[in-house]
């Protein structure tokens, strides 16, 4: 498929994501702020991929440990994203109805965040490499 297609898509999704974390901020009967934190997450999310394919040898097809590890960090931070927002409800710091809308969010921007890799992941003309 067409490149800067999937590159509006991923956007337009993205935007889709915050727009439900924020909606579980700041709506009126939620009105707090605490959520947010789970941006650091999505920040956090690529990087040990980033690194992983900067550092490991292409030429092998057969799993190294560096792609390992950086799965392994990259599912801690994911996990910890989506349970940040139950920790916060359970003790009552935010109301669920928010914890729903942010864990929606949640999945939709690490779905954006897991189809930029899809798309731009391949080390050809059009990679996030040259960014």
Do not use: H, K
Not at 15 to 35: D, S
Not at 63 to 91: D, H, K, M, Q, Y
């Amino acid at each position: 498929f067409c490149r800067p297609i999937a590159l509006v898509g991923l956007s337009f999704s993205g935007a889709i994501g915050l727009t439900f974390l924020l909606l579980g901020c700041a709506l009126e009967q939620y009105g707090v702020y605490w959520p947010l934190f789970v941006l650091i997450f999505y920040i956090l999310s690529p990087i040990p991929t980033f690194i992983s394919r900067r550092l490991s040898d292409d030429s092998d097809a057969a799993s190294n440990a560096c792609r390992e590890l950086a799965c392994f960090f990259t599912t801690g931070i994911v996990v910890s994203a989506f349970g940040l927002p139950i920790i916060l409800a359970r003790v009552a710091l935010i109301q669920w109805g928010a914890c729903g809308l942010v864990m929606a969010g949640n999945a939709v921007i690490f779905l954006t965040i897991l189809g930029f890799f899809l798309v731009f992941g391949g080390g050809d003309d059009f990679s996030w490499e040259q960014w």
